[in-house]
């Protein structure tokens, strides 16, 4: 079966909890309930992580290569200043999708630039927790069309 690997970064383990404002009540439990569901649907597997380390995040992505079809990467505030992150995803080589649950282009300066975005095939800001979704659904769509199969 095809897997896809969804990654979670820092502090997002605190979701529900941390700035409901800003990024919503739902837990990092109903998130991975959320992309489990979506991947189901698709008839795919689903890999979900979450970590507060970034070496152990490096780990996971190199560990990706050859194995999964697709990241979905929400990397927190690494997207921002992680120059390894940026160097693992290209040295994986699979494709990526950034996910933000707000839309970071709406907040902070130093949160407008991504050293994902510059590996990413997409990125998703902004939608909630509903950009997971739309990024297993997006691979899922990629992936039939490159089976010949109705996009
Ligand atoms: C985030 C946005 C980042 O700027 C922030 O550091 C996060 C979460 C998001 O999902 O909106 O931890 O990636």
Redesign the pocket.
């Known amino acids: 079966m095809t897997t896809l690997l969804v990654l979670n ?4 383990n605190m979701l529900g909890l941390r700035q409901p404002d800003v ?1 919503g009540r739902e837990t990092l439990a109903d998130v991975q309930a959320l992309c489990e569901q979506a991947a189901s649907r698709q008839d795919l597997a689903l890999e979900f992580h979450q970590t507060n380390h970034e070496g152990q995040m490096i780990d996971w992505i190199h560990q990706a290569r050859g194995r999964v079809a697709g990241i979905v990467i ?4 690494w ?2 200043t992680s120059l390894a992150i940026h160097d693992a995803l290209i040295a994986a080589e699979v494709p990526v999708i950034e996910v ?3 839309n ?1 282009h709406r ?1 902070e300066a130093f ?1 407008h630039h991504s050293y994902v975005s510059l590996v990413a095939k997409a990125v998703l ?1 902004g939608f909630g927790t509903h950009g997971y979704v739309l990024a297993i659904d997006h691979f899922a769509r990629e992936l039939r069309a490159q089976q010949g199969g109705d996009a």
């Open positions: 970064g820092p502090n997002l990024y929400n990397p927190g505030a997207t921002h933000h649950i707000s970071v907040r949160r800001a």
